[in-house]
């Protein structure tokens, strides 16, 4: 079921960018959990670079909610490189999508704002004074002119840009299209189009402006029948004439609101009520944040500083990712002296990760989960080579500071986590865990990780265990299941590059003594203070 459009989500406020969140674990690629331990948002920042509201609020509805399947992150990809190898077709669309982030505004405001009057005071973004003539105009202007530019463009050759430039075909053709671009006809039952009126409806014609020639000239032309047909009234006109200019005023006064408020209260409201709840005018706003997402992975790749690339996706029956000098699209994009690695994890379904802390075992893991979502949404990766199969799933476990659950402690609420992800899981999988079966003895904790890591292999995904327990990663070498990777030290000092092996050494000591928390520390305190 595809995800509710950014118009369906609101109710009297326009589309929030963050508004989209991770469905349940299960039902979705990526659990709230997930998100939260990749760092969902901080990758959100580090890759937007949307113009639009629009194509923020769809770049994260992306991220929080990716598409599991190879056909639609495939149709992604072809489409970004459509645009980056066709520059004419892309300096279209940018122009496109610039000239609707400067109407964009006006276009929400259209939609849910209020408009205070003549006298009226704004006390906020969505208040404008005034009766929303300008507003009407510009608003309506930010898809009508985008349709109209698409419609003048090329077709496409990929199949997802066709297929958005058919949303605004249909929008263009749309009732709503037609009574943006008007004449739009105020009746007792509705709004209405030319079409729609008939000859013989009555009806009155709104015009998104304060001067209205028609009227004006009809009341003109009836004083001027009136003076011409009735003498008696010539005279008594040039009697008067001198005090007419003291009535002209309140006329005036009396005109705006009289007719600004007919037109916003009887038919920019209902038409603006017509423009939220047509489901071609909730495709079109969609469809033009999707082209403003797919044109922000093209300028995020170009700003993101180090070579990057769009992962070759491959098809089959189990998860499979291989990269290489792959570097963590958050941490990487402002360290020009990230680390980059590269790791294969085809044809084998346990890759464990050991090593000291401070070493990159747990950046380096996010990095592959942060680039396996990246690529499922169509955008390019910081890495010289990439491939990999789409994800159903892809989970990360860590242990959440506030997570624990009334009477399950640690212990209970970690491994309440590790069942649903594997009850979840698929052979299509992306798993990775940090650590297992904390809060136990450490033969109780050999045990269970053991039989918890020999059910995630049988069921066949994806899985990497990020650990400090050697011994359990022999048990497995031991049976030639999996593969052993580590950190690298020279001395006490992290090269933060991964390499083949099971790290055996502990760098507690050198933590403790850096923080000052040593026995030699203890012992130090104690003595001072007569302990």
């Known amino acids: 079921m595809p995800p509710a459009t950014l118009l369906q989500t609101c109710v009297n406020t326009p589309p929030e960018i963050r508004a989209s969140q991770p469905l349940p674990t299960g039902e979705g690629v990526l659990d709230p959990a997930s998100f939260r331990t990749i760092e969902g948002e901080r990758l959100f920042e580090a890759v937007n670079h949307a113009r639009t509201l629009a194509g923020q609020a769809v770049l994260h509805r992306s991220l929080a909610q990716p598409p599991g399947d190879h056909a639609t992150a495939q149709s992604r990809q072809d489409a970004v490189r459509e645009l980056r190898e066709d520059p004419e077709l892309r300096g279209r669309l940018e122009a496109l999508v610039q000239q609707a982030a400067e109407r964009e505004e006006d276009f929400f405001v259209l939609l849910f704002g209020t408009f205070l009057g003549q006298f009226g005071s704004p006390a906020n973004a969505m208040e404008r004074q005034g009766y929303g003539h300008e507003t009407y105009r510009n608003g309506t202007a930010f898809l009508l002119n985008f349709a109209d530019g ?36 105020f009746s007792e039952r509705a709004m209405l189009t030319r079409a729609e009126k008939g000859w013989l409806t009555p009806a009155v014609r709104f015009t998104p402006h304060m001067f209205k020639p028609v009227f004006l000239a009809l009341a003109f032309a009836v004083g001027w029948a009136v003076v011409e047909f009735v003498p008696i009234l010539l005279d008594l006109a040039s009697v008067f004439l001198p005090s007419f200019w003291m009535f ?11 007719v600004g408020g007919f037109d916003r209260d009887s038919c920019i409201y209902p038409l603006r009520g017509i423009f939220r709840k047509s489901p071609e005018v909730q495709a079109a706003v969609d469809a033009l944040g999707q082209v403003d997402e797919l044109l922000g992975f093209l300028r995020y790749a170009e700003a993101e500083g180090g070579v990057t690339t769009l992962p070759r996706l491959l098809e089959g029956e189990r998860h499979a990712l291989s990269v290489t000098a792959a570097r963590n699209p958050v941490l990487g994009k402002t360290n020009p002296d990230y680390v980059p690695n590269g790791i294969e994890l085809k044809d084998v379904q346990l890759t464990f990760i050991t090593g000291p802390n401070s070493g990159g075992k747990t950046a380096f893991c996010k990095t592959l989960a942060q680039i396996q979502l990246l690529a499922q949404i169509g955008c390019p990766v910081p890495a010289e080579k990439a491939e990999l199969t789409v994800a159903d799933r892809i989970f990360y476990q860590a242990p959440e500071a506030g997570a624990l659950e009334e009477g399950e402690g640690r212990f209970g609420t970690e491994l309440k986590r590790t069942k649903a992800i594997f009850l979840a899981s698929t052979p299509k999988s992306l798993v990775v865990l940090d650590e297992l079966s904390e809060g136990t003895t450490t033969q109780e904790k050999l045990e269970i990780s053991a039989n918890i890591l020999e059910g995630f292999h049988k069921k066949g995904n994806n899985t990497l265990l990020i650990t400090h327990n050697h011994e359990l990663v022999d048990l497995f070498q031991d049976q030639n299941v999996g593969q052993a990777r580590q950190v690298e030290f020279v001395g006490e000092h992290p090269t933060h590059r991964l390499i083949p092996g099971i790290s055996r050494v502990s760098h507690a000591h050198r933590i403790a003594r850096k923080i000052g928390f040593a026995k030699e520390d203890i012992a130090k305190y104690l003595e001072e203070h007569g302990i």
Not at 248 to 258: E, G, R, S
């Open 150 to 185: 698409i419609a003048a463009s090329p077709t496409p050759h990929s199949d997802y840009l066709r297929s958005l430039f058919g949303t605004f075909g249909r929008f263009a053709a749309s009732r709503a299209a037609t009574l943006m671009r008007g004449p739009a006809y």
């Open 248 to 258: 002209l005023l309140p006329f005036a006064l009396l005109y705006f609101p009289v």
